[in-house]
T-cell receptor, first 111, second 114 residues
Framework: DTAVSQTPKYLVTQMGNDKSIKCEQN?????MYWYKQDSKKFLKIMFS???????INETVPNRFSPKSPDKAHLNLHINSLELGDSAVYFC??????????FGPGTRLTVL | GQQLNQSPQSMFIQEGEDVSMNCTSS?????WLWYKQDPGEGPVLLIA?????ELTSNGRLTAQFGITRKDSFLNISASIPSDVGIYFC??????????????FGQGTILTVHP
């Protein structure tokens, strides 16, 4: 009965590669998010989708592109990975845009 | 942009002690949330606060939404070893463009010695 799930849990890849992280929520929420947590544990919002429409797009390189095939899924595709992209990426969902429920995270390591 | 200043950065306490941490902002927030993150896991929502002055409890946890709307406090009473983790405050600012956009504090690392 997982609420917000992400795959993969760990992702190790070379610089320059393209990778995707998938997120699914079974809570029936309308809004989903992507956050980045850096090595100092600082959490910063990247994107937010409401009913498959982009509503928040923070200052994120164009190499990052979210895709929402339906309101239960929000995937994150990253092109031309760089060393600085190494971080933990969290997906979250919310029924109201206020209380947000996080997935378990994907630890991305770029070598 | 909006920033939250969370303190202390870390705490080392004995089991059974009470814990207090707080978050302050230079701008007004409409909503305050407190999360806990265990190692290797995502943040888990502990308490949500929606009105200035609101005081809400969740078991041994009590949080308050400051009257000025620029701060919030989290207290943990009678700490136990499983309280160990990183506690984050998060707030949503006033204004339409802030809807759904949470700003997080830097986190408070809590260590509880048995």
């Amino acid at each position: 009965d997982t609420a917000v799930s992400q795959t993969p849990k760990y992702l190790v890849t070379q610089m320059g590669n393209d990778k995707s992280i998938k997120c699914e929520q079974n809570l029936g929420h309308d809004t989903m998010y992507w956050y980045k947590q850096d090595s100092k544990k600082f959490l910063k919002i990247m994107f937010s989708y409401n009913n498959k429409e982009l509503i928040i797009n923070e200052t994120v390189p164009n190499r990052f592109s979210p895709k929402s095939p339906d309101k239960a899924h929000l995937n994150l595709h990253i092109n031309s990975l760089e060393l600085g992209d190494s971080a933990v990426y969290f997906c979250a969902s919310s029924p109201t845009g206020l209380e947000q429920f996080f997935g378990p995270g994907t630890r991305l390591t770029v070598l | 942009g909006q920033q939250l200043n969370q303190s202390p950065q870390s705490m080392f306490i004995q089991e059974g002690e009470d814990v207090s941490m707080n978050c302050t902002s230079s701008s007004i927030f409409n909503t305050w949330l407190w999360y806990k993150q265990d190692p290797g896991e995502g943040p888990v929502l502990l308490i949500a606060l929606y009105k200035a002055g609101e005081l809400t409890s969740n078991g041994r946890l009590t949080a308050q939404f400051g009257i000025t709307r620029k701060d919030s406090f989290l207290n943990i009473s009678a700490s136990i070893p499983s309280d160990v983790g990183i506690y984050f405050c998060a707030g949503q600012g006033a204004g339409g463009t802030s809807y759904g956009k949470l700003t997080f504090g830097q986190g408070t690392i809590l260590t509880v010695h048995p």
